[in-house]
């Protein structure tokens, strides 16, 4: 069974967005080291999971991106979660709807190799953070405070640390473990 993987660039004070909905705080922090961190991360994954509202931008993106992220994001196939698309121009790309919970736990025991890595949006984050489902939480905290937006956590969660890495341009990285 897939374990499932939430990546997520956060601020120092726990937003996954600013409130005007702009990504250049995204940028502070970044470095080469982070970058590797970055394509190693989405390379692992067997599959990657995005919400509706994030594959727009990234299917217009990746296909014609240089970026040393776009081949692992352009290669390794995807599933998007929508009530309301139902077609998908991206290669490897499977578009589901219904249930979030169901469609997690059936994508986890489908896939026995690598991990389901989840990223895009804060309204797709949080409502997997409230299944429960995800066994590990990789944070890139960047070194910028938005002052308010939407956060990544919205009841108590307990995480169990496992690893920290400091990037050299201001970025950290903390990995954490699902509490049972």
């Given at each position: 069974?897939?374990?499932?993987?939430?990546?997520?660039?956060?601020?120092?004070?726990?937003?996954?967005?600013?409130?005007?909905?702009?990504?250049?705080?995204i940028?502070?922090?970044?470095s080469?080291?982070?970058m590797?961190?970055l394509?190693?991360?989405l390379?692992?994954a067997?599959?990657?999971?995005?919400?509706?509202?994030s594959?727009g931008?990234?299917a217009?993106?990746?296909?014609?991106?240089?970026?040393?992220f776009a081949?692992p994001?352009?290669?390794?196939p995807?599933?998007?979660?929508?009530?309301?698309?139902?077609?998908?121009?991206?290669a490897?790309?499977?578009?589901v709807?219904?249930?979030?919970a169901?469609n997690?736990?059936?994508l986890?025991?489908?896939?026995s190799?690598?991990?389901?890595?989840?990223?895009?949006?804060?309204?797709?984050?949080?409502?997997?953070?409230?299944?429960?489902?995800?066994?590990?939480?990789?944070?890139?905290?960047?070194?910028?405070?938005?002052g308010?937006?939407?956060?990544?956590?919205?009841?108590?969660?307990?995480?169990?640390p496992?690893?920290?890495?400091?990037?050299?341009?201001?970025?950290?990285?903390?990995t954490f473990a699902?509490k049972?």
């Amino acid at each position: 069974m897939a374990s499932l993987v939430l990546k997520m660039s956060i601020s120092l004070d726990g937003y996954v967005a600013a409130a005007d909905e702009s990504g250049d705080w995204i940028g502070a922090g970044g470095s080469d080291d982070a970058m590797d961190w970055l394509v190693e991360t989405l390379s692992g994954a067997s599959t990657h999971l995005v919400g509706a509202t994030s594959y727009g931008p990234m299917a217009a993106f990746y296909p014609t991106s240089t970026a040393p992220f776009a081949k692992p994001m352009n290669d390794i196939p995807k599933v998007v979660f929508s009530n309301s698309l139902t077609t998908a121009d991206w290669a490897e790309t499977t578009i589901v709807s219904g249930d979030l919970a169901k469609n997690i736990t059936r994508l986890k025991q489908e896939h026995s190799d690598g991990y389901l890595l989840a990223h895009g949006g804060a309204k797709f984050a949080q409502s997997l953070v409230a299944t429960g489902l995800i066994d590990e939480y990789r944070l890139a905290v960047h070194p910028v405070v938005l002052g308010t937006g939407e956060p990544l956590f919205r009841a108590p969660l307990t995480l169990e640390p496992t690893s920290t890495t400091v990037f050299s341009g201001g970025i950290v990285a903390h990995t954490f473990a699902a509490k049972p």
